[in-house]
């Protein structure tokens, strides 16, 4: 498994008219902490695309269990419980500054070629930074994009 943190500070224009974070805010939440979990670890979502692969977002859902508010520290821990074949799925959780557990989601990407215009397995450098968290060996070094 592979678990990343990333912290935002929620902004006044992601409330609504209740004080609350706008539900929709949430979804580009996730795709921040998607970008910096993969930058993390070692191949930005620019070496994706510098190898014309793209990661569509095929299906995502999201929990609401309490709101977010202006000015909160948000905590989302992204996890990769699995390592991706056809599909990355990523299992999110959204703590508030209490540390209480304020939503829970998942997003399932899918690797597309896209000169191709097909799916496609997702870069072999990408599964090789990422095989050391499902197995028992230390993690490889950054991966240098071309």
Same mark, same amino acid.
């Not at 599909?87 to 690797?111: D, F, M």
């Given at each position: 498994m592979y678990a990343h943190e990333t912290t935002l500070r929620v902004r006044y224009g992601e409330t609504d008219a209740m004080g609350y974070v706008y539900h929709g805010n949430y979804a580009e939440w996730l795709e921040v902490a998607r970008v910096e979990l993969l930058r993390e670890i070692g191949m930005p979502y620019t070496c994706f695309e510098k190898l014309d692969i793209i990661m569509p977002v095929r299906e995502m859902s999201i +929990? =609401?269990?309490?709101?977010?508010?202006?000015? %909160? *520290? /948000?905590?989302?821990?992204?996890? #990769?419980?699995?390592?991706?074949?056809?599909?990355?799925?990523? +299992? =999110?959780?959204?703590?508030?500054?209490?540390? %209480? *557990? /304020?939503?829970?989601?998942?997003? #399932?990407?899918?690797?597309?070629?896209?000169s191709r215009k097909k799916p496609c397995m997702p870069p072999e450098d990408f599964l090789k930074l990422l095989n050391p968290y499902f197995r028992d060996v230390k993690p490889l070094k950054v991966l240098e994009c071309l």
């Open positions: +929990r =609401y269990l309490k709101p977010a508010h202006y000015d %909160e *520290l /948000i905590t989302i821990r992204t996890f #990769l419980d699995q390592l991706p074949a056809f599909r990355v799925q990523l +299992r =999110y959780e959204l703590y508030n500054e209490e540390l %209480e *557990l /304020i939503s829970t989601a998942q997003v #399932l990407l899918v690797p597309y070629n896209r």
